[in-house]
Structures are given as C-alpha cells and as structure tokens.
C-alpha cells in the first residue's frame, strides 16, 4: 500500500495501527485531534508490546514496531496514503464529517475504510464523492490477536476495492467474511442476539452470572462468556448497539432493563471497574 493512515487513537484505532506495523513493512501514520490524545495511545501501544513479548517475539523487533509509526493531528498529512482506515466513536455525523475531510485530502485512487461494527456503509458513504472507493474494515478488539475482519459492502463498493482490501487482510495475517450492508452484519446482529439473550437470563433468575458464561464456553467452545464480553466492550457502548438494532430488527434486541441500569448507574464493565463482574 506504501503509506497507510489510521483516524483516531483509541483502543480500536491504536490496535489497528499496531498490528499493520508488526505485519508491513509500508508506512504507518496515525491521526488524531490533539497530541494531548497521543498520550493514550502511545499507552496502549507500549500495552499491545508487552503482550507481544509475552507471546515470544524478540523486544527489539516490538520496539521496531511502534518506532516506525508516525503520528499527526493534521488530515492533510493523509494525503499521500493510498489507504485511510477511520476507527473513531460510533457516531454517523462525526464519521461523514471525517470522510468528507479525507476526500478533500487524498488521491481519488486511494481506498477510504470505516471500522464501524454496525453503521451502514452506505449511508456513511452518501456524502463522498467517490463511495466506490468505500468499504467497511470491522477489526474485533484486541486487533493483535483476533484473527477476524469482517469486510462490509456500501451499494456502491466495487468489486476491486474489495479485492485490494481481502489481499491486506490476507498479508497481515487475517480471515476475512464479507457481509452486505445490513445493520449489524454479520458478526454484531448474530452476537448481540445472543448477549441480549444472556443477560434476559440473569435478569429472569435463570441462572447466575458465572454459570451463563460457563455454559456458553464449554457448551459452544467461546472462548469468553456473552456477560464478561459485554464487560470488555463496555455496557454503555452495549446499550447503544442493542438500541440500534431493536430500531431496525424488534423484539429480540430489546435492551434488557437490567442494562440500562447499569448503565444509567455507572456500572460499564472493565472500563469502570465493575460491571457483570468487579474488577476492582
């Protein structure tokens, strides 16, 4: 790709950069609005390293890694990448905003990706000039590890921009499932169903919240149960997700009472130190 640009830092975002890094030898270069925001992500940068370490590679190579990254808080150092990834908050304005920046910016032959896990490609892509060029890049947290991206398809994505984006995949060492654009897609419709579910169940006294968890492990082969992975998500972002997709699907994504309690109590999983599970 030669030089490839990531907007925005945080856990998604930092992630992405990382693993591109650890896998190409192209340029890296991510975007945010403030270095005051870089403090964050160089953290979790210096994070990601010592999981690598731990998993055996060599700490000088890790080092290598994060050393070759650039960092900016102007769009118009983008302009030279070929591919631009967003991995900003799940917000449709914010998104369309940025897009219509990079499109200002960079070449009409660069390819511009959303790593949204449920806002609709095309409907992002109806402010760009180019939607063609277009597609979504869902990364599943933590990046480095996690073997999935789920390619999304806009209306208007060609069938080349597709193709260039499952041949990175493939060189960073990633699967790759192509969805059309329905909300959720694939992976998110699917999981959230099953979360929403989970939690019904403790919020019905069918059981507790360890046993819910236990049971899907090793009764499916998860590695992590619907609860402690909505604690890792974070239950506010949950909250949003379930109440997007009871908007399009009914029924079966009501969010459960129980969470938007928590919610509203200021019990959002990990993040907070207590959610499903104390993490304190």
């Not at 900003?88 to 940025?98: A, D, G, P, R, T």
């Not at 947290?141 to 209306?155: R, S, W």
């Amino acid at each position: 790709m030669g030089k490839i640009g990531v907007v925005g830092g945080g856990l998604m975002g930092s992630g992405i950069a990382f693993h591109l890094s650890s896998q190409l030898e192209d340029r890296i270069i991510i975007h945010e609005v403030s270095e005051e925001a870089f403090a964050g992500t160089r953290q979790r940068f210096d994070r990601f390293g010592k999981n690598a370490i731990k998993r055996g590679v060599e700490e000088e190579i890790v080092n290598n890694w994060i050393n070759k990254i650039e960092y900016t808080t102007s769009i118009e150092e983008l302009a030279d990448c070929s591919l631009v990834i967003e991995a900003v908050y799940e917000n449709l304005q914010v998104k369309q905003e940025i897009f219509k920046k990079l499109e200002a910016v960079v070449s009409d032959k660069a390819i511009l990706a959303t790593n949204t896990s449920g806002i609709s490609i095309s409907e992002i892509g109806s402010v760009m000039k180019h939607p063609e060029r277009f597609i979504g890049t869902h990364f599943f947290n933590p990046v480095p590890v996690m073997k999935l991206v789920e390619l999304i398809t806009g209306i208007h994505t060609q069938q080349e921009t597709i193709d260039e984006i499952r041949n990175l995949c493939e060189k960073i060492n990633k699967e790759v499932v192509v969805s059309n654009d329905f909300p959720g897609f694939i992976v998110t419709r699917i999981g959230q169903a099953m979360m929403c579910e989970a939690v019904r169940c403790l919020e019905q006294g069918v059981a507790m919240v360890e046993d819910i968890d236990n049971g899907m492990k090793l009764g499916y082969n998860y590695p992590m149960g619907p609860l402690a992975l909505m604690d890792l998500i974070g239950l506010d972002t949950e909250l949003k997700i379930q109440q997007s997709l009871f908007e399009e699907f009914g029924e079966v994504f009501r969010p459960s009472p129980l969470l938007k309690n928590m919610v509203a109590g200021g019990l959002l999983g990990r993040k907070s130190g207590r959610g499903f599970y104390n993490y304190e």
